[in-house]
């Protein structure tokens, strides 16, 4: 996975945001796709909804390529110790929590943009979770397409010192 994928998602969520335009603008598309709507206002809350859905979609797809960064990295084993800790690594590398790894990230990308993608992780969770209302509600990050641009600079970083 390359970080090319960030940018497809952004690409598919795009496409949908000018769906979504054209049918609140257009009554005939409207009249033409079999769902009732009791108020108007429900068509920007199944907006937000679907943007949710793209922030789950370009965060699991970071995590993937921060994953796979770690494996990738694991380098020579120069001795049987080594190579037995490269293997435990490869073992529980998708049990690692994604906050850790992204704490060693800090080394190489500004902090803050760190801040970020963990409040961007908050949110995720939150809504891979089915955003129980008795639960704490994090605040969504930002505009989806900061979100998409944080991600996308970490996710650069993060293949750019691979090479």
């Known amino acids: 996975m390359d970080i090319s994928i960030i940018d497809e998602i952004q690409k598919r969520y795009e496409l949908t945001e000018c769906l979504f335009k054209l049918f609140k603008k257009d009554g005939r598309i409207r009249s033409q796709v079999d769902y009732e709507f009791e108020h108007f206002s429900e068509i920007d809350d199944k907006m937000e909804a679907i943007k949710d859905l793209f922030i789950i979609d370009a965060f699991a797809a970071f995590e993937r390529l921060l994953r796979n960064r770690l494996l990738n990295s694991l380098g020579a084993q120069e001795n049987e110790l080594s190579a037995s800790l490269a293997q435990l690594v490869r073992n529980e590398s998708e049990y690692i929590r994604i906050e850790s790894l992204l704490d060693v990230l800090k080394s190489f990308?500004?902090?803050r943009r760190i801040g970020l993608i963990k409040q961007i992780?908050?949110?995720?969770?939150?809504?891979?979770?089915?955003?129980?209302?008795?639960?704490?509600?994090?605040v969504k990050p930002a505009d989806i397409y900061i979100i998409f641009?944080?991600?996308?600079?970490?996710?650069?970083?993060v293949t750019k010192n691979n090479e």
């Open 149 to 157: 641009e944080a991600i996308r600079l970490v996710a650069v970083t």
């Open 109 to 111: 990308t500004d902090s």
């Open 121 to 138: 992780k908050k949110y995720r969770d939150w809504v891979a979770h089915g955003k129980r209302p008795l639960t704490y509600s994090p």
